[in-house]
T-cell receptor, first 116, second 112 residues
Framework: AQKVTQAQTEISVVEKEDVTLDCVYETRDTTYYLFWYKQPPSGELVFLIRRNSFDEQNEISGRYSWNFQKSTSSFNFTITASQVVDSAVYFCALSEARSSASKIIFGSGTRLSIRP | EAGVAQSPRYKIIEKRQSVAFWCNPISGHATLYWYQQILGQGPKLLIQFQNNGVVDDSQLPKDRFSAERLKGVDSTLKIQPAKLEDSAVYLC??????????FGPGTRLLVL
């Protein structure tokens, strides 16, 4: 069975600090996708990144970076020099890649608060 | 490009009443999803459509929930009759079959 665990329920840091959100997943599939979504107070889930299980290269996009490690089944997300606008709930998610439209399993989310 | 549209944004009803939510996916997206997100939890898939056919409705409480996507474009999710535990945000998402799902703003339902 597929499962996504986000052990950190809430994180609070001061603006400009770096913060890492942890994500651990379980799957028996050899091919799968991993995602991160951001949910600001407005409620809409905003897509941040998708990573194929065959691509273990880390990715950087501005202040965001992602560390994918298959050996530990982890897909962690780091925000560098955090800003108040980064305050949101962040979800890690997993989907199988067997079909073109597979369902996504979400973690329970990490609520990130950035204090000014 | 317009995103996923949902209406209404908010709905308050009493238990045992009926309610319907509407979703219009991104143009050209064949796959449409309805999720239920209870406060403090991640979204849970209720039903997935591929064009106008149901791909997965294993977690849809079929005794009270129904959904349709008659013309393969927009979709309606209905709850009849509503229970207190149905209070949640109902999210609609669509995808082009590339695994990435794009979400609408959601409908916040409160059942009293």
């Amino acid at each position: 069975a597929q499962k996504v665990t986000q052990a950190q329920t809430e994180i609070s840091v001061v603006e400009k600090e770096d913060v890492t959100l942890d994500c651990v997943y379980e799957t028996r599939d050899t091919t799968y996708y991993l995602f991160w979504y951001k949910q600001p107070p407005s409620g809409e889930l905003v897509f941040l990144i998708r990573r194929n299980s065959f691509d273990e290269q880390n990715e950087i996009s501005g202040r965001y970076s992602w560390n994918f490690q298959k050996s530990t089944s982890s897909f962690n997300f780091t925000i560098t020099a955090s800003q108040v606008v980064d305050s949101a709930v962040y979800f890690c998610a997993l989907s199988e890649a067997r079909s073109s439209a597979s369902k996504i399993i979400f973690g329970s989310g990490t609520r990130l608060s950035i204090r000014p | 490009e317009a995103g996923v549209a949902q209406s209404p944004r908010y709905k308050i009803i009493e238990k045992r009443q009926s309610v319907a939510f509407w979703c219009n996916p991104i143009s050209g997206h064949a796959t449409l999803y309805w999720y239920q997100q209870i406060l403090g939890q991640g979204p849970k898939l209720l039903i997935q459509f591929q064009n106008n056919g149901v791909v997965d409705d294993s977690q849809l409480p079929k005794d009270r929930f129904s959904a349709e996507r008659l013309k393969g474009v927009d979709s309606t999710l209905k709850i009849q009759p509503a229970k207190l535990e149905d209070s949640a945000v109902y999210l609609c998402a669509s995808s082009l079959g590339e695994q990435t799902q794009y979400f609408g703003p959601g409908t916040r339902l409160l059942v009293l």
